[in-house]
């Protein structure tokens, strides 16, 4: 699972965000410590390498997606909490309690304005260093604002937002399996955590800025794009759920093992 969320993740968002990498440096597309990683592409890879894992190991892929869900969403928690403390995905600037200021994030910086806004700090102006990473220095608060100072505002904590939502969603996937363990309808699981997450990632969309200077014109950004499709398969997944009359629950080997013991019991006996 691991492989297949990074490098679905990756080609996701190449793909998706920046396909003229493919053109401008098709080395790049494995340099995946520069960033650049897209949750809708881990959304492919994972169910991929699950179905090559249960097909080989004899399990049943929906049970195994059934079940990998609650160790995606405790993941998905774990990568905004990253994404919080690097300064990524930040949100609009908000006068919200909880607002979080993120002078690192030097591509959301504003045009500084006399006074500040509250909570606001100015930020020297970012430069890129020859390892290709940006520097930025927060500035001393007594420092004059000239015409080209920059400022780093308060914004929504968007990562913050979304890893609490998962932890959530966590807790509430396994409630559901807590409820029927090994009868748990098939395809449940995996249906609700996709219809969940996603609406969540929709709607979450508005609060968040640009990632990519083609979707600041557009109604809805990539992310809410891709998030549809997406829904949709979650919403037919769960109208499906244990419909299927021959393998209403999926199945692990070990089942197949009980069921392989009860036939030769049953041809003892007769």
């Not at 995606?72 to 990524?88: D, H, P, Q, T, W």
């Not at 308060?154 to 399996?177: D, G, N, S």
């Not at 996709?194 to 969309?205: A, I, N, P, S």
Request: proline fraction near 7%; aromatic fraction near 12%.
């Amino acid at each position: 699972m691991l492989v297949g969320t990074v490098v679905g993740a990756r080609l996701g968002h190449i793909f998706f965000y920046e396909p003229d990498i493919l053109l401008k440096d098709p080395l790049e597309v494995f340099k995946v410590w520069h960033g650049g990683l897209a949750s809708h592409g881990a959304t492919l890879g994972i169910p991929l390498a699950c179905w090559l894992f249960a097909r080989h190991n004899k399990f049943d892929a929906l049970w195994v997606l059934d079940r990998i869900v609650i160790a995606v969403g405790i993941g998905g928690a774990c990568i905004r909490l990253g994404n919080f403390m690097n300064s990524e995905i930040g949100g609009y600037p908000t006068t919200v309690p909880w607002a979080v200021v993120f002078p690192r994030d030097t591509e959301h910086l504003l045009p500084a304005t006399s006074p500040l806004p509250v909570g606001a700090v100015q930020v020297a102006r970012p430069v890129r260093m020859s390892d290709g990473n940006v520097s930025y220095q927060v500035l001393p608060a007594d420092t004059p604002i000239s015409p080209n100072s920059l400022m780093a505002v308060p914004r929504h904590p968007t990562q913050l937002y979304e890893a609490l939502y998962c932890v959530l969603l966590v807790l509430l996937i396994y409630y559901f399996w807590n409820r029927t363990k090994e009868r748990t309808p098939r395809g449940l699981l995996l249906g609700l955590f996709m219809v969940l997450l996603f609406t969540q990632r929709f709607l979450g969309e508005f609060l968040k800025e640009a990632q990519v200077d083609f979707e600041k014109d557009n109604l809805f950004n990539q992310g809410q794009l891709l998030s549809l499709p997406a829904i949709v398969v979650g919403l037919w997944v769960l109208w499906r759920a244990g419909k299927d009359p021959k393998n209403p629950y999926g199945y692990a080997p070990r089942d197949l093992e009980t069921e392989e013991e009860k036939a030769h019991l049953t041809s003892d006996v007769s």
